[in-house]
């Protein structure tokens, strides 16, 4: 996991699916500290190539605003592509700008653990507690990604000595699409992870600010808190 001290004042709104209603971007608005039309952002696909129902058409449609998830169609001011695959091949003192300056990063779904191996191997990860002033918009994978674990049924890539551990910014975990995923299958999804938890439908979001963790919901949600074993 990523050694990030959690008191960091970093932004994170951690939905299930996308800026889905007005309670979200309100949200999203008022951590950006002003209106999205005066803000830059730089959309991240990437963990769409680690799962296994995904195929380039989902990249596309995220980064063209036609999918179901509300993201890149919100009237940002600016908007371009970071391919955290890319990065290795580029040095940093061209990328790593880019990331400073943009006020938000939306980070599509797909495989949580995908996403969270090319964060280390591009250098993403070691910038994030440097990202005080940068809003991390996070889509299913890309909010599970800051999670500690994210559970054996979420996993699609499985490189030889896979798990599902995770960056670990935050210290719970993250059972998202309530609805397509049943409620009655978190607490068993819950179980052995070893922290507490949140189900969230589309509907529904996680703000965390400077440490301080708040549900917003237009829809339904659960906490599942930490079951000792």
Known sequence: MLDVDRRTPMKLLLTSGGVTNASIEAALVEMLGKPVAESSALAIPTATYGHQMCDPGNAWRFLAGESPAPMCDLGWASIGVLELTALPSMDRERWVPWVEQADALLVDGGDATYLAHWMRESGL???????TDTVWVGLSAGSMVMTPRIGEPFVSWRPEGWSDETLGVVDFS????VGMNPMEGADRWAAPLGVEAYALDDQSAIAVVDGETTVVSEGTWRHLPLVSR
């Open 125 to 131: 990860a070691d910038l994030l507690p440097g990202l």
């Open 174 to 177: 993250i059972y998202p699409h």
